[in-house]
C-alpha cells in the first residue's frame, strides 16, 4: 500500500501466464543473415542444415541467452526480431484508469474484466436498498466488495456514496428501472422480500444475472475501480512499455504495475530491454 497526494492505494498483483522464449527471435536473425552455424546455441547451428522436429523446438524455446539478440538490441538496435517473444500477464487490481492508459500502447493483446457482465452484485445491493434498506446498507455491501484501488475507507465512503446518488437520479428518471436492474425472473422477489433487504439481496444474488446488467449503468463507476486483465507483448513492444512506464514522469498507478510486470519477468527477456545503469 501507497499513500500519494494524501491518498492511500493498494498496488496491483501480477503474474506471468506464459513465455515463449528468445530461442525463436534468434533463429529469426540467424535466418536474416544466414549465420546458424555462428551461434553458440547448437541447437540453432543445427537448423542450418535441419528443420527443427518437436524436440529441437523444446531446446530452441529453453535458450537462456543469445549473444546475437544481444548485439542486435544494444549495438546495432535491430529490435524487429525482438517480435518473435512473446510473453503473457494477469494483473489483478490494477485500476480503470491504468486501462486508459494502457490503451495508448498499440501492439498489444489484452482481455479485461468486463463491467458489462459484471455489475449485478453492485446493482442488487443497490436493489435492495430501496425495499427496506437505505444508503448506508447500500454503502456498507459494496466496502465489502473491495472494489477500488484508492484503501481509505472515508474517501472510498464517498466513491459509493456518489454511486447510490447516480442511481438514484436514474431511478427517478427511468419508468422501468427495475426491468433494467434485474433478471425477469427475480422481479418476483421485489414483492417477496419487500422490506427485508438482506434477503433480497441474497435472493437476487442467488438468481439468475441480468445480461448485460452494466450497459445501463456504467456510468456510475470511476477510474478508482479495480479491473483485472490478461496482456500479451511482444519483446518489443514490452521494452517500449518499460522505457514509458517505468520512468518518473508515467501515472504513478501504471508505474507501480510496470514495476511489478518487471518483477515477475525473466532475466533473460530484461537483459534484452532494460539496460542496468
Given at each position: ?12 498483483e ?37 528443420l ?28 524487429s ?10 494483473i ?17 493483446a ?10 449485478s ?14 444508503k ?13 484501488v ?8 464517498l ?7 447516480k ?37 437476487l ?8 446488467v452494466?450497459?445501463?449503468?456504467k ?28 520512468s518518473?514522469?508515467?501515472?504513478f ?25
Open positions: 500500500m501507497e499513500e500519494v497526494y494524501g491518498i492511500k492505494y493498494t498496488k496491483p501480477v503474474v506471468m501466464l506464459q513465455d515463449t522464449g528468445i530461442g525463436v527471435a534468434e533463429a529469426a536473425a540467424r535466418t536474416c543473415y544466414d549465420s546458424f552455424s555462428n551461434s553458440e546455441n547448437e541447437v540453432i547451428q543445427q537448423i542450418e542444415s535441419t527443427p522436429n518437436q524436440e529441437m523446438c523444446k531446446e530452441l524455446n529453453a535458450i537462456d541467452d543469445s549473444e546475437l539478440l544481444d548485439d542486435l538490441s544494444w549495438t546495432y538496435f535491430h529490435h526480431i525482438l517480435e518473435h517473444a512473446n510473453l503473457s500477464y494477469l489483478r487490481g490494477t485500476s480503470r484508469g491504468v486501462l486508459q492508459e494502457h490503451a495508448r500502447h498499440r501492439i498489444q489484452i482481455s479485461v474484466r468486463s463491467t458489462r457482465y459484471t455489475m452484485s453492485l446493482i442488487n445491493a443497490f436493489v435492495a436498498s430501496q425495499h427496506g434498506g437505505d448506508e446498507f447500500f454503502i456498507q455491501k459494496v466496502l465489502a466488495f473491495d472494489m477500488f484508492t484503501a481509505d475507507e472515508s474517501y472510498n465512503r466513491e459509493i456514496s456518489a454511486m447510490y446518488d442511481l438514484m437520479f436514474q431511478k427517478s428518471q427511468v419508468e422501468d428501472f427495475y426491468s433494467l436492474a434485474v433478471a425477469k425472473s427475480s422481479l418476483k422477489h421485489l414483492k417477496e422480500f419487500a422490506k427485508e433487504p438482506q434477503k433480497l439481496y441474497e435472493a444474488e442467488a438468481g439468475k444475472k441480468k445480461r448485460n452494466g450497459d445501463a449503468f456510468h456510475i463507476i470511476t477510474d478508482n475501480v479495480k479491473v483485472d486483465m490478461v496482456v500479451t507483448f511482444n519483446l518489443r513492444s514490452l521494452k517500449n512499455y518499460f522505457t514509458l512506464r517505468n518518473g514522469a508515467a501515472f498507478q501504471i508505474r507501480w504495475l510496470a514495476q511489478e510486470m518487471m518483477k515477475v519477468t525473466p532475466k533473460k527477456y530484461l537483459d534484452l530491454i532494460i539496460r542496468e545503469k
